[in-house]
């Protein structure tokens, strides 16, 4: 059973434009979340977190929302670059807990 | 500063043989993890350290899985004896603890023939 759902396999954007990256999860235990990007033969590199007492956080082009009565979370990035085209993995954790379940990853194209 | 490395970076062996995947966390980071990444599965959690000391193995899929941390630079997984089903890239991640990031290393492609 999948705690962390990322229902779109893919999203392809222009430059410039904004980018936008779902995930759901169900777990209501979840307090910490993560995004994480990934080019091809590299491992997952950690882009921004937030928890469960912010509804958003910013560091530069990239903002995390969290909705945590739809349990829902979504990932900004504006403007969107061509060297922002990889992977991007949501990930989250029970409070305390090292445990990361992740999801299975949407994989955005930024065409120039 | 250097990343989490990994060795090898691939690894091709037939049925049978023992498999061994090598990881070096980050100096100072106290927490230490395995994944394993399938299309079939994505990334799942196989085992974590904290302290050198294994806290959840639940991940792990069976006994021919093994993974050690001797000490706070160095951690191993064993596969033995390997399947073709265990094919896979295998990472290792670590952490300063619990609601910190975990910084990957660029994971081993395991290929069992």
């Known amino acids: 059973d999948q705690q962390v759902k990322q229902n779109s396999p893919s999203l392809s954007v222009q430059e410039g434009r904004i980018s936008i990256l779902n995930c759901d999860y169900t777990?209501?235990?979840?307090?910490?979340f993560l995004w994480y990007k990934k080019y091809p033969a590299e491992g997952p590199t950690f882009l921004i977190s937030?928890?469960?007492?912010?509804d958003k956080n910013e560091d530069g082009r990239f903002t995390v929302f969290l909705n945590k009565s739809a349990k829902h979370l979504s990932l900004h990035i504006v403007p969107s670059q061509p060297g922002d085209s990889a992977v991007y993995f949501c990930?989250?954790?029970?409070?305390?807990?090292?445990?990361?379940?992740f999801g299975k990853g949407t994989k955005l194209t930024v065409n120039p | 500063d250097a990343g989490v490395i990994q060795s090898p970076r691939h690894e091709v062996t037939e049925m049978g043989q023992e498999v061994t995947l090598r990881c070096k966390p980050i100096?100072?980071?106290?927490?230490l993890f395995w994944y394993r990444q399938t299309m079939m599965r994505g990334l799942e959690l196989l085992i974590y350290?904290?302290?050198?000391?294994?806290?959840?193995d639940s991940g792990m899929p069976e006994d021919r899985f093994s993974a050690k941390m001797p000490n706070a630079s160095f951690s191993t997984l064993k596969i033995q004896p390997s399947e073709p089903r265990d094919s896979a890239v295998y990472f290792c991640?670590?952490?300063?603890?619990?609601?910190?990031?975990?910084?990957f290393g660029d994971g081993t492609r395991l290929s069992i023939l």
């Open positions: 991640a670590s952490s300063l603890g619990a609601s910190k990031p975990q910084h």
């Open positions: 777990n209501s235990m979840f307090d910490y």
């Open positions: 937030i928890s469960s007492i912010k």
């Open positions: 990930a989250a954790s029970v409070g305390g807990s090292e445990k990361l379940v």
């Open positions: 100096s100072g980071h106290n927490s």
């Open positions: 350290f904290n302290n050198n000391v294994p806290i959840d």
